[in-house]
């Protein structure tokens, strides 16, 4: 394959995003980051596309882990495109640091807007505003895809300056602790054991054992078992409760249950 492209997706969105820019791109694979989690990933492809989602103006830690360990030539093209939902702060900024400590770096970058899953602050949008905005990610993905076949250099895009700046305090305050947020998550009476939330979750980190699901403290904050609860009986403290849940509608759970090694 000339591309390989890693992704990370908890609701979908970066998923679309990823599967669109392959069939774009051509002669492209694409590979769930939780799939290869915690290990050394050499490989030697002509480019290497990395698409995930906006955590905390931030890089979610599993991708932040995986860029650690990838091993591959100085000279590949390595792009990536973040997905987010109101401001992505530093987020690319942040994945190219990553690798420039390992000697590598991004030779482009790309923001994509798409619906926020971000429930504690919001629901759902409505299904005409997702509409609008899975639009404007097809336009912007055969622009991107254009580029990289040009094998254009381009600066990774960032938000405004002031949502750089407290974006990336935010991130520092907050990357140290994410693992332990899951404390916040609880199932409700409507939990009817069915093991789905376990399925989706990225990391292993849900077991039902024939009871409510129970967290186990190595969470990404991806919200997929929440998000995924086909009861919606998942809650994030008293926050979520009422709150129409965000799932993207071009893709389908099933692409959620083979993602890990768990
Ligand atoms: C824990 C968490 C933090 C988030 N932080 C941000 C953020 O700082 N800025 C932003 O624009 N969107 C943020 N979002 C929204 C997601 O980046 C956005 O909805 C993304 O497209 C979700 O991708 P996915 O469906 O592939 O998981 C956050 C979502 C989650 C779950
Ligand atoms: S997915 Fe929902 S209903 Fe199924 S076990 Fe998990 S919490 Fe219960
Ligand atoms: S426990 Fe839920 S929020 Fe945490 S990583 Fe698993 S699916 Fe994502």
């Given at each position: 394959m000339e591309n390989i492209i890693f992704y990370f997706s908890g609701t979908g969105n970066s998923l679309q995003v990823a599967r669109d820019l392959a069939r774009e791109l051509g002669n492209s694979e694409i590979v769930s980051i939780a799939k290869v989690a915690g290990r050394e990933v050499k490989i030697s492809p002509k480019r290497i596309g990395l698409v995930f989602p906006v955590y905390m103006f931030g890089i979610p830690l599993i991708v932040r882990d995986f860029l650690k360990r990838l091993d591959v030539s100085h000279d590949v093209y390595i792009f990536a495109v973040a997905t987010f939902a109101g401001a992505a702060g530093e987020a690319l900024g942040q994945a190219n640091n990553e690798l420039k400590a390992r000697g590598l770096k991004l030779s482009s970058g790309f923001l994509i807007k798409m619906p926020?899953?971000?429930?504690?602050?919001y629901e759902a949008i409505s299904s005409e505003r997702q509409a609008k905005l899975f639009k404007k990610e097809s336009q912007k993905v055969r622009k991107i895809a254009k580029l990289i076949h040009s094998g254009v250099k381009k600066k990774p895009e960032k938000s405004f300056f002031i949502f750089n700046i407290i974006g990336s305090a935010i991130y520092k305050n907050m990357s140290p602790r994410i693992f332990g947020l899951d404390k916040g998550f609880w199932a409700d009476d409507s939990c009817n054991y069915c093991g789905i939330c376990q399925k989706v979750c990225p990391v292993g980190n849900v077991k039902v054992f024939g009871k409510k699901p129970i967290w186990l403290h190595k969470c990404e904050q991806c919200f997929a078992c929440l998000q995924w609860c086909p009861k919606g009986a998942i809650q994030y403290q008293k926050k979520t409760l009422f709150k129409r849940r965000y799932r993207n509608?071009?893709?389908?759970i099933e692409d959620f249950f083979d993602t890990s090694e768990n």
């Open positions: 926020g899953n971000y429930i504690p602050l509608p071009n893709v389908s």
